[in-house]
């Protein structure tokens, strides 16, 4: 079943039949957002993002406890203690402070490396798809070597040899997050550069910076950043995992990965507190996940009606 | 746009000199596979293809699916490097030092896709998408989106509808013409048309032709048509050149094509055309099978597999394009052929109006 | 030789009906078919002929609202059970379609589909089914057909594909064969082997044929008769003789004269202005009105006059109902 268009009337054969100007369609990116605004299960883990990052940058204005602050007189309190909500650490400092704060690490570590990655990979991702022939697979294998190691050992590694510390755990999963970003993204230009318009737009003599500005990128910038949300939901669990194992970010600094460490030993004593940490990683991770598949579908061109 | 052909001040060898004079044209793309991922086979997309387009006529290109038909059309716009061959432009060679760049001849010589959907931006207006070449080289946004609604009422969109509309907002048949109007907004000499119309329903495809033809007339435009249609062919085209895998086998003015076929291969097309006549139906299969894969393609004429009059001559060497045996000779638009046997040109073909 | 009809369709209605949308895509489409016949169904994109014929098959989504009824060789079929239809299909009606790889399955070699259909519907044993399958191959003039029977369909050329799809459908000899667009993808050359093929496959099975196409000259080369349709409804129907020679409707006349052939050189094309109705909008009356140049007030009402002349040639059309508005 084939649609045609609305208008029957509005053809050549008859100019000034129909003469009232159209009104504008919504630009592609004006409708995707109407369609975002359209899907309730976005809406809600985009709420609950935005939740998420306003305790977190905004914590000292939702905690008047000191992250770093504790006492032993209050050590490992339960949930529902008066003056701790969220009970307190091994060293007795106020969890819910520590989770608000500890937010501002783990979304830096987790964010980081994926905006580097976006930026290099998927530069280096378009040039290799729009370039082709030799420079695509030079640039392609070299990043099939990456892809020989797990993910979580390469960063492992690289941390390893970098030592510990917040940038250095950025660092390694920029680089684990490149390969990966350079594959989707040279696939989609791959594709976006045979088609027609591609051709079209290369044989009205424009160079290829314009050629690639104006038709290549708008065509697939949309997937690569679709990409590039569910991997900030890879990258919290990583960057979690790093700081866990003591790679990424150093006591006392509060970090949902590590706070998950320390509070391993307490898992019998207070299971529900130990288990707070984990619970802010799974959630934020879900979140970005399931807003990187609205994203998806809200920027499926095939309209479905 | 407007001034006449003797007055264009891009025409430099006045009317006697080709638009287009193509040479040697040769591309063959490799087929690779096995571990090494070595060259395993060869389509010869393209062989030694040669042909003129004179100033303001049409030349169409006629052929089956492997022909070359459309390839040529991507080699003559450079979006992909031919094997060899040379394109002169209006007497320049083009890629050539003492000739013009790839670029300058892309603002004299425009293509029409087939496919009109895929070949619009879907992220861009239509005004968008024929004011970017404009504005890409060095014209205002004014005065290109001023160009891009003049062209679309040239076409016969009003600017007031369509402008600010998006592809998928259009029929097939308004797409194209809006890709008609992008391909005339550098205001090009020479227009190659692939299989432009073929998507098209038919009373859309006859709109759309009879727009070709007023738009030929007004800005003095040469058309390269090319399309699997002998009918469309026939109507728009003004010379004919037949291909068959990858090669020239006949060309000439059209009357001369339709009217004497002399290559087997043209005959078997021509009688291969449905006749639009339920009392004369076609009763005999001018030809059995399909056109034969062009990996690897016989060698000397390579019609030769499917041609009732083939003999030893015809595998040992390819046929030159050459006068009829019997014809007479056209110094401007000749008609030639490539076939070793007078027999086999000289035999009646199945003919219907 | 018996004169009743094979196929019969009456009052025919299609509408697709999902959330927000409701699309009439047939309307009212009745015809019959006897043995040996062809009706080719004309139309452009939209019109609604491919969906009359996968009404007929069973093949429509389970939103498509199908009314109306069809006879196959007496028996109505329209709201039998989904078994009993499935044993019809392939059975005593099958059809071929534009692209032969969407209805061969790519894993399988062409002789066991086509022996797996006959041992389906026939129950006879795999040998004597392997065989019926090589005489089948043999029958839509596969060359060496022995050795074509192992091959993968994508081994095969486009149009040996559609042979070895016509063959599949031929499998269990069945007495209405429905085509929809079977040469569109083809060469000029290929296209015309195929409907000598099926023309001369008729003569020998006997089969009624429905063809749809948007082709005049396929249309023209194949069919007793031709229906013409519309905006989901048939406006002219007759011998295609006289649809060819002498059509009706305006539509048909404009169809005809947008379609090229040699002879129109130098020519101005006379075209239909406009494009092709949004089935979804369609107005009241007759649905050509906004691109006839006859449109009178007539044609905008709700009922359009149907005529229908002694040889059975139907319009529906004001002005071929009363000649005085022309």
Known sequence: MSHTTMDEFATGARPGADDVPAAAAPGYWKSVGQRLARDPVTLAVTLVLIGILVITIGAPLVTSYDPFAGSVMTRLKPIGTPGHWLGTDETGRDLWTRLCYGGRMSLLAAIMPVSISLCLGGALGVFAGYAGGLVNTLIMRTMDVFYAFPSILLAIAICGILGNGLSNAILALAVVFIPPMVRVSETVTTQARQLDFVEAARASGTTTFQVIRYHVLANVLGPILVYATSLISVSIILSAGLSFLGLGVTPPQPEWGLMLNSLRQAIYVQPYVAALPGLMIFLTSMCFNLMSDGFRSAMDVRLSK | MSETLELDPRDRGGPAQPMLRVEGLKKYFPIRGGLLNRTVATVQAVDDVSFLVHKGETLGIVGESGCGKSTTARLLMRLMEPDSGSVVFDGDAVGDLRGITVNEMRRQMQMVFQDSYSSLNPRMTMAESIAYAPRMHGLGRKEAYDRAESLLAQVGLNPRQYARRYPHELSGGQRQRVNIARALALEPRLVILDEAVAALDKSVEAQVLNLLGDLKEKFNLTYLFISHDLNVVEYMSDRVMVMYLGRVVETGPVAEIYRHPRHPYTRALFASKPTLDPDRRTTEMPLTGDPPNPINPPSGCRFRTRCAFAEAVCAEKAPALAAPLDGDYDEMSPHLVACHLPAAQRAMGVHHV | ?326
């Open chain 3, 1 to 326: 030789m018996s004169d009743d009809p094979v196929l019969r369709v009456e009052d025919l209605n299609v509408r697709f009906r999902r959330r927000n949308v409701d699309v009439p895509a047939v309307n009212d489409a009745s015809f019959s078919l006897r043995r040996g016949e062809t009706l080719t169904i004309l139309g452009e994109s939209g019109s609604g002929k491919s969906v009359s014929l996968k009404a007929l098959m069973g093949l429509l989504p389970s939103y498509a609202e199908i009314t109306g009824k069809i006879w196959l060789n007496g028996t109505e079929i329209l709201g039998l059970p989904a078994a009993d239809l499935a044993k019809l299909r392939g059975g005593s009606v099958s059809m071929i379609f534009q692209e032969p790889m969407a209805a061969l399955d790519p894993v399988y070699t062409i002789g066991e589909q086509i022996a797996e259909t006959i041992v389906q519907h026939e129950g006879v044993d795999r040998r004597t089914a392997m065989k019926r399958a090589l005489d089948l191959l043999e029958q839509v003039k596969i060359p060496s057909a022995a050795r074509r029977l192992k091959n993968y369909p994508h081994e095969m050329s486009g149009g040996m594909r559609q042979r070895a799809m016509i063959a599949l459908a031929l499998a269990c000899s069945p007495s209405v064969l429905l085509a929809d667009e079977p040469t569109t993808a083809l060469d000029v050359t290929v296209q015309i082997q195929i409907l000598l093929l099926l023309r001369q496959l008729q003569e020998e099975f006997g089969m009624a044929i429905v063809f749809v196409t948007h082709d005049v000259g396929a249309a023209a080369e194949i069919s007793d008769r031709i229906a013409v349709m519309y905006a989901g409804r048939f406006v002219e129907s007759g011998t295609s003789r006289e649809i060819i020679r002498s059509p009706q409707h305006p539509y048909t006349q404009g169809l005809l004269s947008s379609t090229v052939h040699g002879g129109m050189r130098g020519t101005k094309l006379v075209t239909i202005p406009g494009t092709p109705p949004n089935l979804a909008e369609l107005p009241p009356g007759c649905a050509f009105a906004p691109r006839c140049r006859y449109t009178t007030e007539a044609c905008r009402r709700p009922d359009i006059p149907v005529t229908v002349t002694e040889t059975g040639a139907m319009a529906r059309c004001v002005r071929v109902a009363e000649p005085v508005f022309a």
